[in-house]
């Protein structure tokens, strides 16, 4: 079973990027999957799910900016960034999530993709 991310890169401040997440077999499509950013210098943070009836949450510092969202038929997650800014900057991985009752863990990470946005 394998993540792999894809689509990050070096943007200006506004702009936009869309991160792809590829998964074997059905994984994406039967479970709740999550982006996570690891931030120079910082610990790995939660910035979205989308939970398997496609309900979707965000964290506050990306909330009307990024959107999740998957294609069960390309069997890949997708994270679309609009309006960048210099704080988004980090080592975007996809995962597959699971519920604890009171926080979100990892069940299986995917390989990161580097997102840079500056001038």
């Known amino acids: 079973v394998q993540l792999q991310a894809s689509g990050g890169g070096l943007v200006q401040p506004g702009g936009s990027l869309r991160l792809s997440c590829t998964g074997s077999?059905?994984?994406?499509?039967?479970?709740?999957m999550a982006w996570y950013r690891q931030p120079p210098g910082h610990q790995r943070e939660l910035v979205a799910v989308i939970k398997r009836g496609d309900a979707t949450t965000y964290a506050d510092s990306v909330k009307g900016r990024f959107t999740i969202s998957r294609d069960d038929v390309k069997r890949a997650l997708y994270l679309q960034m609009n309006d960048l800014e210099s704080e988004d900057t980090g080592v975007y991985y996809c995962?597959?999530?699971?519920?604890?009752?009171?926080?979100?863990?990892?069940?299986?990470w995917g390989r990161g993709t580097q997102v840079t946005v500056s001038s």
């Open positions: 077999g059905t994984i994406v499509r039967d479970n709740d």
């Open positions: 995962a597959v999530a699971q519920w604890l009752g009171t926080k979100w863990n990892v069940a299986l």
